[in-house]
């Protein structure tokens, strides 16, 4: 959490710039690389922190507090480097060159696994050697900082029974291409644009996994239930930033003659927000408690982590509206930062799984049936 504040700090002073102008948090990313922050999960005997995905929940909560975008982008890379530990742990024999290069050459890894999902547009075609790789990808956080993006192809035409590839590719490589596309209502500094890929060649031996078309399989499912958490903590600190500034502005104002401070319905609102704040936090505690150390990524811990983020996600959204109400006609001028975490905290509505998506998952699990939600 020291870490994060400062990093943090770093991100606050040019936040406001970076929503205005959809341009990258460059300055937090060289902030995180020379303070470790990057290598924060990769295992301390392979040159990380060695932090558990409970400890980067409270980082990434703490970090979010300053600045959503600084937050959400370093997520992406953070449940992805949490990936790669459980992989090593499972027996990957790939996982631990990567760890390694985290925490040694500082790479950060991209994803655009909210663009492919279950059903992935982009095609692999067969070579000698491998395959050749075409597509578009969208969604692509922190795409202008990241060394490498992780992602998936399908082997031929996509449809039922089709194969889907997983694997990562340097954006360096020849064929790939980041196109400049992200200007959208919130998190514009995540910069999250579309990464093109034209016969980009991907050696056979760098497949790191393969699943059905339309179904999560197991590369899915090891990403998606390290992802949960750390995403709804992010969209939680946003919240918890909110609520903050709301009750400094609070403490400092009046309404006519009568401090705010003394309102009634001030009161409530505070204590409904810490309410709902404590509520999210336990429910994501409590899905790591429930998922243990020596979890395995199947559909039940998956449904565990996803209704967690999902209480995060939509308490979020509730203690950002109860702050403005707080703050009153101030959280409407853009300089006091508010209506930024209004925006942003919007944007944890579409990760998969989607709050909706969350309950039918839960609950056709619940009625024996392990298959996908749509």
């Known amino acids: 959490m020291d870490l994060a504040e400062r990093v943090g700090a770093v991100a606050a002073e040019h936040a ?22 990057l290598a924060l999960t990769v295992p301390k005997e392979l ?36 990936m790669q530990g459980y992989r090593r742990r ?12 985290i925490a040694a050459e500082g790479i950060v890894i991209a994803t655009s696994g909210g663009s492919d ?74 910069a999250s644009h579309d990464v093109v890929l034209e016969d980009v060649a991907i050696p056979a031996d760098k497949i790191s996994g393969h699943r059905p078309y339309g179904e999560l399989g197991a590369p899915l499912l090891a990403a998606t239930v390290h992802f949960a958490p750390i995403v709804g903590a992010t969209y939680f600190g946003i919240a918890a930033g909110a609520r903050d500034a709301a009750v400094t502005a609070a403490s400092g104002g009046s309404r006519g003659s009568v401090p705010t401070a003394e309102l009634p319905r001030v009161h409530r609102q505070v ?31 998956l449904a565990t982590v996803m209704v967690a983020k999902r209480q995060a996600v939509t308490e979020a959204i509730e203690v950002v509206n109860l702050a403005m109400d707080v703050m009153g006609g101030r959280s409407f001028f853009t300089r006091f930062g508010m209506e930024r975490a209004y925006r942003d905290v919007r944007a944890g509505t579409f990760h998969p799984l989607t709050p909706e998506a969350t309950l039918t998952y839960a609950g056709k699990l619940a009625l024996g049936d392990p298959g996908v939600s749509e």
């Open 16 to 37: 406001a710039e970076h929503d205005r102008d959809a341009t990258f948090v460059a300055e937090a990313y060289a902030a995180m690389r020379e303070n470790g922050y």
């Open 47 to 82: 040159g990380g922190l060695g932090a558990t995905m409970r400890q980067a929940c409270y980082a990434q909560a703490e970090l979010a507090r300053h600045d959503g975008a600084t937050g959400l982008s370093v997520a992406m890379h953070t449940y992805l480097t949490l």
């Open 90 to 101: 499972k027996g990957a024999p790939d996982a631990e060159a990567v760890l390694r290069r």
């Open 117 to 190: 999902w279950l059903w992935p547009t982009t095609t692999a075609v067969p070579t000698d050697t491998g395959y050749l790789v075409s597509g578009r990808k969208t969604f692509c956080s922190q795409s202008p900082g990241a060394t490498v993006v992780a992602t998936c192809a399908v082997l031929g035409e996509p449809g039922s029974g089709a194969d889907v590839m997983h694997f990562s590719v340097p954006l360096a490589a020849p064929g790939v291409r980041i196109v400049e596309t992200w200007d959208t209502l919130g998190m514009r500094g995540t």
């Open 271 to 301: 204590g409904l927000m810490d309410a709902k704040l404590r509520g999210a936090w336990w429910a994501l505690m409590g899905a790591l408690d429930e998922l243990g150390e020596d979890y395995t990524a199947a559909p039940e811990a």
